[in-house]
T-cell receptor
């Protein structure tokens, strides 16, 4: 069974540009979440999607946005990139949202460097 | 103060040692508790998942939760060099995870 797939794995962008990252959840999983990981702040929750609807949002500026498609695949977008956006962006998928036995699995992440 | 506190380490132990990793948390709303292992430049890998106070064992790993003290632990028996990684505790409320900062573990042959 394939795991969570994220593309691209590595990318370099210039300040002011925008970037779109893609995530394909585990087959059958309908909930997708995004996290940002930096050395200083650790792993922080960005947002969660379930059935194409954003259910929760973390404490990030509006430059960070996402969406989910009918096949559960998800994209996140960061506009007007800043140097501080350099991070590992992780996608996580789970079968349903919030259920007791719900385990959350992570992809390998997309490494974004802003120069 | 962070909702989840975790000693960053690094923690260096000889091969075969028993390793104890710990986290404390302040939010009573956290319902479920997880431990993830993360190798360098890789995504977090789920190791253990618990939702009640007590112990849960899986091979060389034992997860312990004490909700009254808001304290969770992960024990690794017979540690191996391949266990060298960063270990992250995570607390779940709804479908949102709050992570500790991670403890870097080094197991020396």
């Amino acid at each position: 069974k394939a795991g969570v797939t994220q593309t691209p794995r590595y990318l370099i962008k210039t300040r002011g540009q925008q970037v779109t990252l893609s995530c394909s959840p585990i087959s059958g999983h309908r909930s997708v979440s995004w996290y940002q990981q930096t050395p200083g702040q650790g792993l922080q929750f960005l947002f969660e999607y379930f059935s194409e609807t954003q259910r929760n949002k973390g404490n990030f500026p509006g430059r960070f946005s996402g969406r989910q498609f009918s096949n559960s695949r998800s994209e996140m977008n960061v506009s007007t990139l800043e140097l501080g956006d350099s991070a590992l962006y992780l996608c996580a998928s789970s079968l349903v949202a919030g259920a007791a036995g719900n385990t959350i699995y992570f992809g390998e992440g997309s490494w974004l460097t802003v120069v | 103060q962070k909702e989840v506190e975790q000693d960053p380490g690094p923690l260096s132990v000889p091969e075969g040692a028993i390793v104890s990793l710990n986290c404390t948390y302040s939010n009573s709303a956290f319902q479920y508790f997880m431990w993830y292992r993360q190798y360098s430049r890789k995504g977090p890998e789920l190791l253990m998942y618990t939702y009640s106070s007590g112990n849960k064992e899986d091979g060389r790993f034992t997860a312990q939760v004490d909700k009254s003290s808001k304290y969770i632990s992960l024990f690794i028996r017979d540690s191996q060099p391949s266990d060298s990684a960063t270990y992250l505790c995570a607390m779940r409320k709804g479908n949102m995870l709050t992570f500790g900062g991670g403890t870097r573990l080094m197991v020396k042959p």
